[in-house]
T-cell receptor
Framework: DQQVKQNSPSLSVQEGRISILNCDYT??????FLWYKKYPAEGPTFLIS?????DKNEDGRFTVFLNKSAKHLSLHIVPSQPGDSAVYFC????????????FGKGTLLTVNP | EPEVTQTPSHQVTQMGQEVILRCVPI?????FYWYRQILGQKVEFLVS????????KSEIFDDQFSVERPDGSNFTLKIRSTKLEDSAMYFC????????????FGSGTQLSVL
């Protein structure tokens, strides 16, 4: 039951370049999407979110794009920095279920100096 | 920045034993959660807790699991009779409002059932 899919287990980019992490979902009831970042031995940390009424949300170097018709969202990090190296999780919540997040499996981003 | 605290960081137990995982959520938060991540798999929702009762739970959260907020600061997850497949990293989280807002996660308790 993979309602949230992150098809790339890993991604490697050079410092200063753009990192693009992708996420697909299948549940049309999802109306709020979040990205979390996780370092080893730590819990996930909230990064950025987007409501289904928007198609873009930006916060500094991080931008999330939502394509509802394709049930696809992406996280852009530009410019990428070595400290961005972490596992990035896409998560979603559904209308009528404000208490539960459904996560993807995560993408390990490595930013090379 | 305030943080969610979980203890212990590692717990090893024998199959069939009871374990209690402890969490101290952020003090002004009203919603509390347990998630788990089995090695190599996704982070899975277990349960949410609000106003001293379970607000939502997953299929994983069967009768072997229970949660409690025994005082004004702690939030616990109890597994009554552990199974091998309960081995996972267990994350506690809290939020000021509902889950479609920002969740703050603890560093996790790695539970190993032998």
């Amino acid at each position: 039951d993979q309602q949230v899919k992150q098809n790339s287990p890993s991604l490697s980019v050079q410092e200063g370049r753009i990192s693009i992490l992708n996420c697909d979902y299948t549940n049309s009831m999802f109306d709020y999407f979040l990205w979390y970042k996780k370092y080893p031995a730590e819990g996930p940390t909230f990064l950025i979110s987007i409501s289904s009424i928007k198609d873009k949300n930006e916060d500094g170097r991080f931008t999330v794009f939502l394509n509802k018709s394709a049930k696809h969202l992406s996280l852009h990090i530009v410019p990428s920095q070595p400290g961005d190296s972490a596992v990035y999780f896409c998560a979603a919540s559904a209308r009528g279920s404000n208490y539960k997040l459904t996560f993807g499996k995560g993408t390990l981003l490595t930013v090379n100096p | 920045e305030p943080e969610v605290t979980q203890t212990p960081s590692h717990q090893v137990t024998q199959m069939g034993q009871e374990v209690i995982l402890r969490c101290v959520p952020i003090s002004n938060h009203l919603y509390f959660y347990w998630y788990r991540q089995i090695l190599g798999q996704k982070v899975e929702f277990l349960v949410s807790f609000y106003n001293n009762e379970i607000s939502e739970k997953s299929e994983i959260f069967d009768d072997q699991f229970s949660v409690e907020r025994p005082d004004g600061s702690n939030f616990t997850l109890k597994i009554r009779s552990t199974k091998l497949e309960d081995s996972a990293m267990y994350f506690c989280a809290s939020s000021e409002r509902a889950a479609n807002e920002k969740l703050f996660f603890g560093s996790g308790t790695q539970l190993s059932v032998l």
